[in-house]
């Protein structure tokens, strides 16, 4: 490219970021973002016109956090002597896993007082939900589906993290999955591509707010670029096989609509997507990301991946494997020590050419510019401020009002819920009922292992029962490590504790059993070929049963659960996911009715493992199943219905809602509105998530029995009715071709309004 078309793609790249910053800004914030813009795009050429070859390859090398910064420095034969030498020689841009002011201050003084060059090191972490205060795993914040509360909670975890020296969360993973196998789901929105996008812009939006540079926010990362959450079978790290259809309209909508409202980093995967690694994958990281999409933050590998591309069997060698992943557009290398190690010489010979490496470091150093890191590298860092900000009460409070909207009611038969609040003597069953860690879930990096109120502790907020105890079965046995980097050992067999449970629950009114995973049975490298209730608990909860049949059985897990046999004989099931910090609080306000549950069901619900993957969009077959005939040659299985448990966008109330009236109205050749009438039918005030879905009829190629198109949370009071309209355009009437082109195809669609998946109410339209 020469110079010219350098600068205007410069110009181009600079105006179309400040416009995705700005939709809703006055046109003087325009024009001052604007010429801020320019002046750090300025800045970034007289920065690279003096840096060495190794300097920039050095900003584009990130190590994790490796000794005690604060501590003696390491020494020759330490493991981590070379990489502190590397820091020393200004040949690391960045750190992970580097917790608190005082370490990050130590190691930004060294990038910055004893490099060449002083530039500052930008500071990752695993800010996945929450920082310290650890609020709800990301698949429950999701069941909320309530925007203004998700982005409240990554603007709070941006804040707290901020206060701590952290520039940089690598969240939110945006990665669509319909395997419930896959421990990774609890860290994602769910199985939807439209809801995904909507929870992925306000994760994003939360944690950036609008000024980087302020103290209260941090830079987003959008993982796992790309189709990380189809790994075949659910196995992690597994490769990927799916049709170009699923990438265009199923993988990349979350990461286009982030990238839109100026996410300013990616992370790549460690899966291949058509035969090729995604970490050198051109076609993901250069065609659609950097070219199609404009994006003009950085790419960051993930964990190794640059190196595992030779493990993959890919490259010949980790000087192969930086080749190839610089050339894809993987911009900085995650502990892989490919780039410092073998950039230069690729360079020397030709192999690279240094623009690209150039390109790299522009996106990186913009970045730092963009959080204000080169006008303070230690504005970040104050100690103080930490103390005064970190675990404050208004986080404490926010992560409550997060998980009350978190939880999803799926079964209340003949009222059991809520709880009476007055004398009635209730059993409380359960290791994980009294458990103060599990409820945190995985990814509790900085957060306290204990911190968490228990079921217990929240149900003994109520006085007015009696309230007893028994834990009937460990989940986990006592002595596993609770450290996401170590195997849980479960507990398969024993079943000491059954008696005394059995005990409590024969002289109780209620039993509360609370039943689920650990909190390191999901989340990262935690496949599961089972996903019924771990170990002896499924035992245990008959066995409850057997002696009293007034349960509450709540769920507290980190991926959807095959609870069949609980859902056609327990009368109350809560699913409360990990809840975090406040979870007992929230339950307990849930169980006795403070709260009238309104979640949702971001991810189906299945009835048995050999149903997965299972999701609500699925396309009809040449052959669909009629339930009700039970004829062989259909696309069914002969020993299960084809039906899941609990469908997407399911959730129960305290209260009932009635939808009527479905309208629909053409206003223009592409632009139809549709209204419904919603009641809420009980005595109770509540909320409703209102929720629209679409078949695209015919088309050039096959489109979903339902695809999810629009979504409204409404609150009514008892007997209230209010009308609820949707408008469908273009963008919600689309879909991607296999060549990757948005079209929209003349033709009928049906329309279906309602509170889960599969709602009846609907309408038809057709557009030209
Ligand atoms: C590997 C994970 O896949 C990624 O999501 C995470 O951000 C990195 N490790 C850093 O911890």
Redesign the pocket.
Known sequence: MNKAILICFLFASIVSNAQKHNREQAPEQIMKTHSNQLRIEHRIDSLLGIMTLEEKIGQMNQYSGFWDATGPTPQEGDQAAAKYEDLKNGLVGSM??VKGVSQIKALQKIAVEETRLGIPLIFGF?VIHGYKTISPIPLAESASWDLVAIKKSAQNAAEEAAASGINWT?AP?VDISRDARWGRVMEGAGEDPYLGSKIGVARVEGFQGDNLASRKTIAACA??FAAYGFVESGREYNTVDIGTSTVYNVVFPPFKAVTEVGVRTF?NA?NLLNDIPATGNEFLQRDVLKNEWNFNGFVVS??GSIGEMETHGYAKNLKQSAELAIKAGSDMD?ESSAYVKELVNLVAEGKVEEHLVDDAVKRILRVKFELGLFEDPYRYCNEEYEKKVVGKKEFHEDALDMAKKSIVLLKNENNLLPLKKEQQKIAVIGALASDKTSPLGNWVLAGENGSAISVLEGLKQYKGNSIKYAKGADVALPDSKLNFTQELDVNESDTSGFSEAIALAKKSDVVVMVLGEHGLQSG?ARSRTNIDLPGVQQELLETIYKVNKNIVLVLTNGRPLAITWASENIPAIVEAWQLGVQSGNAIAQVLYGDYNPSGKLPMTFPRSVGQVPIYYNNKRTGRPNVEIRKEVFKSRYIDETNEPLYPFGFGLSYTMFSYEHIKINKTSKRNIKVSVELTNTGTIKGKEVVQLYIHDKYGSIVRPLKELKGFELVELEAKETKTIEFTLTEKELGFYTNKGEFVVEPGAFNVFVGGSSNTTLSGEFSIE
């Open positions: 992970l896993n695993d690598f993973m993982k796992h992370m460690f993930d964990w995650m990262e």
